[in-house]
DNA sequence: AGCACA
């Protein structure tokens, strides 16, 4: 019986004892190699197990904890920890950013004669085109205007012309006299030529509800 | 001057 809890005791003590060795050693033996690091762990089991039996466990005396930084300075075998990352294991898409355009505004404007133009509407008619206007150019001018939605450029072999759709006529009219006659490094024979479109840009995915409460296709 | 997409 008193046996027994002796040997309670003695269990309770190894186990305290022993989770403490081992919790120091951890710091040393980080990702042990399947069965090695069994038998690693068995033989320091019974060799701290055996320490531990024959003197009485005294706790070292509390010394403040050195700097970090020395420990993993010093141990060679050991890479210092990464900086802690909340998201670490959790992918995180880059979202791309609404960037500021690659393409600074306009250099220059040209006038522009030949004014007739269409009933405002929420899309705007871009003309006077250079031969090489690429997309981005375009996008880059009029995506960073308050209120663009989309655009869509429509190349012909000499001729190159683009659709700007805006959230409402106002936007769409505050572009059509802010950048009229704009000229962009592609511009060949003077600066563009903005009008409204002949027709508003038809693409409506949120048609639930109708046309109700839209003028020339924008909301007002 | 050249106006598509639905």
Redesign the pocket.
Known sequence: KGRAAEDLVFDAETKSALHIEMAKKNLFIKRGVGTDANAMDQSKRLRTGGDYTHSAYAPPPFHPPPPAVSMWGTAGYMAAPPPYNPYAGYPVPTVPMTSPSPVPGPTAYAPVQ?MKD?PPCN?L?I??LGETVVEEELRGLFSVQPGFKQM?V?RQDR?T?C?IEFDDVSAASAVHHTLQGAIVPSSG?GGM?I?F???????RKDLVGGMVGTLNGAPV
């Open positions: 030949n269409n899309t008619f003309g006077n869509k429509l001729n012309v659709f024979r030529r009008q479109s002949k027709n508003p840009f038809g693409r």
